[in-house]
């Protein structure tokens, strides 16, 4: 029990999402006589759920700021067949395609921004009219007809990096990338114990860093085994790939950044984040805008994916990309959640889902399960924080310090302090 | 220090152990291609994919059932879906049917531009891809098209309407009004323009009358296919066009939107019209039983869900599928080999033997 406590130690409410994500995985791959962990199912996977999982990159910190974005696939889908259109009918090369989409979600995202920030109207008003607005012109400029795209842009959403390279067996750059993950895994846990050194906290015994690097590089290199030897012409795919690109980039701003750490704050406690000198209005506008950005990013790469941009493209897409945030540990009130968790409680839904598809399930029986899922994966959360625990895990291991905590992912626990305390 | 040390060793171990034990790297299995002649395509307990759209009407519901009864009963294994989640959703559940190594894929999409991506991972794992109901739009990767001939639907409406008020009144001319179905449903402008094919010449003799002048399909498309939008466009023609005048018929494309228009019309008081329909619905045959809808087409589900199984039986022993049209089906990339099943036009005369097989229509017209 101690050992184990060491090695999650800190970091028990994510370890106890990715604990049931794996769970989840053995569960399906035995149920599905080995279906799951295939090359084509794992790409799948990415390919038909990057884009919600974009979205939930932007939702998390859209309600860690207290908020909420309902317009997310309206916005998807307008963006999407903009897009469209312009390369088809101005013969735009998908360059510039892409510039344009990612600069028409600027300009949405500065329209329900500027009303949520600087009007005051809740943005779930602005959102949801954001949502019949947007919907309305995805039909209106696209005529509710499908718009086929060609071949060079459906490439961000269902393209695969090129082989290169000695013939290996495997997918040269899926192989490099996953080499470069690994690295970049232990550089930076070396790194995290070094400055707890230099700051004179507790480091772990140098066997529990171990065993952890172990064992997350081992996951990542069976994950890259997988991607690399899919059919000959597949590889890890470019959303997959983009996807990761933008975890990594908002992983680093919410938790390390200034601008970050504001979102926090001011979904944590307006009034005292701005009586600290936080611009909470330029702070919402921001989490508002990048929200639009994220979205029509994820329109565009659904594009891509379908070869053709439809007049019912991102129906729904908001609800779950918000199920998403809030399996991943979110608080309906602001102030809490992490783009990880978001990311793990996403793979969570679509592990489920397409697991589910595997066995055959139907799609009403799919619903109910989703349902419940998530239901219970909140409520769980919530149960625990009303008796003051933070989970099983952390249960287990109440009688664990914090003072070794120096994960950058770990931003619950200033909320919780904060909320102790006052 | 000492520390970077381990840790780096793991990896790197980690690493080696990983890429060793599996040193095999990629499979080249499940590219074998198109059916050989003669011998057995693939073995006959394989899984056989269906994709089908929401789960909206009888028809899918029907569907459904056929489908997993006739492929079980064949001894194929039946993965029938569902994609009530719409586009995204059936595109995941086909590439899910890749992974289980589906032989056929029976798609009957809900947008059928938007699956290019997943038909062609189907067909570079092996599959053969069958648009049904449905065609498949902008891919190369679709092999057969099975579904009733939809031009033929809209001409036996037309020659219905024609048929309907000729019987009511020996000479014309007559005054019509045209509705169409939902502009982005690409069947809607098939049904428009074979009626149109039996009405236009009529129209340009002035036999026929469109009071309204509004004559083209982009004038008389009911968006979404919805009722309460026929109803609201028919309460306007009323009003604007037939105060004194009567309306002799009305092109329905549809039983749901000829049911709407005769709502309308026996809102405004005024007598009911000869209109067509289609889809077989209940309510409909009932109405027609009843002598107010005109006609109706019948489709039967069970007809196409069989045809569809026997092309699987077919491409399951090696042979190519019957089909009865290479020529009327382009997808925009390739010419799509089509099996088309003639719809039967019902009216009150035939409407009995029209459904003597039918378990649920059947009894109503008793």
Known sequence: MNALKKLFGGNTRQFGMIFALVALIVFFQIATGGNTLTPGNVINLFNGNSYILILAIGMVLVIIAGHIDLSVGSVAAFVGVSVALMIQDWGIPWYLGILFGLLLGVLIGAWQGFWTAYVGIPAFIVTLAGMLLFRGFNQFVGKSNTIPVPADFQYIGSGYLPEFGP?????????????????????????????????????????VTVTKLVLICGAILYATYLFATGRPGTS???????????????????????????????GGNRHAAELSGVQSKKVNFLVMMNMSILAGLAGMIFVGRSTASGPFDGVGWELDAIAAVFIGGAAVTGGVGTVIGSIVGGLVMAVLNNGLQLLGVGADLTQIIKGLVLLIAVAFDVYNKSQGKRSIIGMMMKNFGRGNEIKPDETTSTKEVIAKEA | MQMI????????IAAIAALALTACGRSDSGTSGGASSGAEAFPKDSSIGVALPQKTSENWVLAEKLFNDGLKGAGFKADVQFANGGVSEQQNQISAMVTKGAKVIIVGAIDGAQLGTQLKQAKDAGATIIAYDRLLLNTPNVDYYVAYDNFKVGELQGQALLDGMKAKKPSGPYNIELFAGSPDDANA??????????????????????????????????????????????????????????????????????????????????????????????????????????????????????????????????????????????????????????????????????????????????
């Open chain 2, 189 to 366: 402008k098939v049904f428009f323009d074979g009626a149109m094919k039996v009405l236009q010449p009529k129209i340009d003799d002035g036999t026929l009358v469109v009071k309204s002048g509004q004559k083209t399909f982009e004038q008389a498309v009911t968006q979404g296919w919805k009722a309460e939008n026929a109803q609201r466009r028919a309460d306007t023609l009323l009003a604007g066009s037939y105060g004194s005048a009567s309306l002799d018929g009305v092109l329905s494309p549809n039983d749901t939107l000829a049911r709407a228009v005769l709502t309308s019309v026996k809102a405004a008081g005024k007598p009911l019209p000869i209109i067509t329909g289609q889809d077989s619905e209940v309510e409909s045959v009932k109405s027609i039983m009843a002598g107010e809808q005109y006609s109706t087409i019948n489709k039967d589900t069970r007809k196409l869900v069989e045809h569809a199984i026997t092309m699987v039986k077919d491409i399951q022993a090696g042979k190519t599928p019957e089909i009865n049209d290479d020529k009327s089906y382009n997808n925009k990339v390739k010419t799509v080999p089509a099996y088309l099943l003639e719809p039967v036009i019902v009216t009150k005369e035939n409407v009995k033997t029209a459904y003597v097989d039918d378990p649920v229509l059947g009894p109503l017209t008793k």
């Open chain 1, 236 to 266: 890890f795919p470019i959303p997959g790939l983009i996807l990761a690109v933008l975890v990594l980039v908002y992983g680093f701003i919410s938790s390390k950044t200034i601008v970050g750490r504001h979102v926090y704050a001011v």
């Open chain 1, 167 to 207: 013939v290996t067996g495997y997918n040269n750059l899926t192989l490099l990338l996953g080499l470069a993950g690994v690295a970049f895994v232990i550089v930076s846990e070396i790194r995290s114990r070094r400055k707890a050194k230099s700051l004179g906290a507790e480091v772990p015994e140098a066997w």
């Open chain 2, 5 to 12: 040390g381990k840790a780096g060793k793991a990896a790197a």
